[in-house]
């Protein structure tokens, strides 16, 4: 055999072992490999995209990097609520005829309880002065509501009959349960016999016809760089009082011995605004600053 012969049966032998192994199953062609890795990255996230797990509403991670995106924008409930906000926020307009400011104690409601009675002189919690006006009630510290009872006109009704009204100038403190008033010892008296010691009541807000006009008291230790301010003989119970600042007015914060403070002193000596349980509001001219002075105004609130 030739030498040319044995180079070209070697060289068949390659030819078809080569398409052997081309034809075996299973097998990819490199470009196909590469497809098939492009194919994978299209469909499947990264574990550089999916590292965030933003938590759904069930808890889970978001499934896809799309979910996570969306996620991040914003909700449209969040612009809804921006825009409606003030109008809730927005300062109260005058009621017509509603307690809408009112705090525990509110027109045409009839509350039970206990009077008792002590030996009162119109001063106490409140701090107001002690006056002649012997017709007065300590309320209990619930419907005391932190000095918002001060100066409420209330009528209190026996089993008996018998009816009164008083003016709260007092906070009747622990011992006194949800309802109770502890009535100075003369209103006790035109309910029922002083040795009954304690008597079941009704009592409701009134608005009494003559009251006379209110005065502003400053608080001992008031300058123009620090004051409490005082309304006294308000008609109506008060619900606010602020000061002229500016071209505004500033709301001052009711301490609960009952006087509206101004901590950095603005609107000491200034204007006023009072505004009662009802809505309407009085207007006070500027008033001296004058420490532990009672002066009067010609402003009283209308009846009710």
Same mark, same amino acid.
């Given at each position: 055999?030739?030498?040319?012969?044995?180079?070209?049966?070697?060289?068949?032998?390659?030819?078809?072992?080569?398409?052997?192994? #081309?034809?075996?199953? $299973?097998?990819?062609?490199?470009? @196909?490999?590469?497809?098939? #890795?492009?194919?994978?990255?299209?469909?499947?996230?990264?574990?550089? #995209?999916?590292?965030?797990?933003?938590?759904?509403?069930? $808890?889970?991670?978001?499934?896809?990097?799309?979910?996570?995106?969306?996620?991040?924008?914003?909700?449209?409930?969040?612009?809804?609520?921006?825009?409606?906000?003030?109008?809730?926020?927005?300062?109260?307009?005058?009621?017509?005829?509603?307690?809408?400011?009112?705090?525990?104690?509110?027109?045409?409601?009839?509350?039970?309880?206990?009077?008792?009675?002590?030996?009162?002189?119109? %001063?106490?919690?409140?701090?107001?002065?002690?006056?002649?006006?012997?017709?007065? =009630?300590?309320?209990?510290?619930?419907?005391? @509501?932190?000095?918002?009872?001060?100066?409420?006109?209330?009528?209190?009704?026996?089993?008996?009959?018998?009816? #009164?009204?008083?003016?709260?100038?007092?906070?009747?403190? %622990?011992?006194?349960?949800? %309802?109770?008033?502890?009535?100075?010892?003369?209103?006790?008296?035109?309910?029922?016999?002083?040795?009954?010691?304690?008597?079941?009541?009704?009592?409701?807000?009134?608005?009494?016809?003559?009251?006379?006009?209110?005065?502003?008291?400053?608080?001992?230790?008031?300058? /123009?760089?620090?004051? %409490?301010?005082?309304?006294?003989?308000?008609?109506?119970?008060?619900?606010?009082?602020?000061? /002229?600042?500016?071209? =505004?007015?500033?709301?001052?914060?009711?301490?609960?011995?009952?006087?509206?403070?101004?901590?950095? =002193?603005? =609107?000491?000596? $200034?204007?006023?605004?009072?505004?009662?349980?009802?809505?309407?509001?009085?207007?006070?001219?500027?008033?001296?600053?004058?420490?532990?002075?009672?002066?009067?105004?010609?402003?009283?609130?209308?009846?009710?």
């Amino acid at each position: 055999m030739s030498k040319r012969w044995l180079f070209l049966s070697a060289a068949a032998v390659l030819i078809v072992v080569s398409l052997a192994l #081309v034809l075996l199953p $299973g097998h990819k062609s490199d470009d @196909e490999d590469v497809k098939s #890795v492009a194919g994978n990255a299209a469909t499947e996230p990264s574990a550089t #995209v999916s590292a965030p797990n933003s938590p759904s509403a069930s $808890g889970t991670s978001s499934p896809s990097p799309r979910a996570a995106a969306t996620s991040k924008k914003p909700s449209p409930t969040p612009t809804t609520h921006a825009a409606t906000t003030p109008a809730a926020t927005k300062a109260p307009q005058q009621a017509s005829g509603t307690a809408s400011l009112a705090g525990r104690i509110r027109p045409g409601v009839t509350y039970r309880g206990l009077a008792t009675f002590y030996d009162a002189d119109g %001063g106490g919690a409140c701090m107001y002065y002690p006056s002649g006006d012997v017709l007065t =009630g300590a309320m209990n510290t619930t419907d005391y @509501e932190s000095s918002k009872a001060c100066g409420a006109y209330v009528s209190v009704h026996a089993a008996n009959g018998a009816t #009164v009204t008083v003016r709260i100038t007092n906070e009747c403190p %622990g011992e006194c349960a949800v %309802g109770q008033i502890d009535l100075s010892a003369q209103a006790f008296a035109k309910l029922a016999a002083p040795s009954a010691g304690r008597i079941p009541i009704t009592w409701n807000l009134v608005s009494p016809s003559a009251t006379g006009t209110i005065s502003i008291r400053y608080k001992t230790g008031s300058t /123009r760089y620090w004051c %409490g301010i005082q309304a006294i003989g308000h008609r109506n119970p008060l619900a606010r009082l602020e000061v /002229r600042v500016g071209s =505004g007015w500033r709301q001052l914060q009711r301490a609960d011995y009952n006087y509206f403070l101004s901590e950095n =002193g603005s =609107g000491c000596g $200034g204007a006023l605004r009072l505004t009662d349980i009802y809505g309407e509001q009085l207007t006070v001219p500027p008033l001296a600053v004058r420490a532990n002075v009672t002066q009067p105004t010609q402003a009283q609130f209308a009846k009710h």
